[in-house]
């Protein structure tokens, strides 16, 4: 169940399930809500009413303002506040079964969940990566073809190269591996310049997965894969291809 709080004019965090806040006079004559007759019973004075209508969570510094709401609203494109938050809410799930450490729950929700219904967030794009190297052959196989398979799909795609992008740059080297990993499935020529930067790294497997991961990424990988032992890393060229010429950035 879902629940939507109002108060004041502030909004509490979007994720991962928005609680909406409205003044108390909006809440008093909204149809929804007890009748003043009702409240006036339960609860003393203006103030006590307040005191009782805003839950604890509501009078936290946690908040948003009205604006960062909108603004939330508006890069998610939201049309309907009731399924987007469902659909948070859903992802929430499917997060958590990713990282709950059971392998059947896991591939269930692999096998159930349709990549086109999430939005998806860093934390299910994150959980997903780190399967890619789970000891489980079964699951990491899975989570490979359900990001392989979540590639052609944009909205998911675009999202997925950015946090598994930034993720390179980020310290600890199983979380480099499992963003190479994905980077792999998602074929993210984008990235190619992050992942040549790794093949220098001090971790031998780190390198290994590096070099291997620019081989998935076509023409371009194949060619910066190539001038690996050639050349500093700050030297290798970049290709890429416009209509039947081969230009190299540096």
Not at 68 to 93: G, T, W
Not at 212 to 235: H, K, N, S, V
Request: aromatic share 4%; with cysteine.
């Amino acid at each position: 169940c879902l629940t939507v709080y109002i108060s004041h004019g502030c909004l509490s965090p979007p994720s991962p399930v928005i609680r909406l806040m409205v003044d108390r006079s909006d809440l008093a004559s909204s149809p929804t809500c007890h009748p003043p007759s009702a409240l006036s019973q339960d609860v003393g004075p203006p103030s006590a009413l307040s005191q009782e209508v805003v839950p604890p969570l509501a009078r936290s510094q946690d908040m948003v303002t009205v604006f960062q709401f909108h603004s939330y609203v508006s890069e998610h494109s939201v049309e309907d506040m009731e399924e987007h938050l469902l659909q948070v809410a859903r992802e929430a799930v499917f997060a958590e079964g990713l990282t709950c450490g059971d392998s059947e729950r896991c591939l269930k929700e692999l096998d159930e969940v349709s990549h086109t219904g999430l939005c998806p967030r860093q934390q299910t794009l994150r959980a997903l990566a780190s399967l890619l190297s789970h000891q489980d052959p079964q699951l990491s196989e899975a989570a490979a073809a359900y990001i392989t398979s979540a590639s052609s799909h944009t909205p998911f795609r675009s999202k997925a190269v950015d946090c598994y992008t930034q993720a390179l740059w980020e310290a600890g080297v199983q979380t480099q591996r499992s963003a190479c990993a994905a980077l792999s499935c998602l074929q993210a020529v984008e990235s190619l310049r992050a992942v040549v930067s790794l093949c220098d790294s001090a971790d031998e497997e780190l390198r290994h997965v590096a070099r291997e991961t620019l081989l998935t990424f076509g023409e371009e990988g194949r060619l910066a894969y190539e001038q690996l032992d050639t050349m500093p890393r700050e030297m290798v060229r970049l290709g890429t291809r416009r209509g039947n010429a081969v230009t190299t950035a540096f």
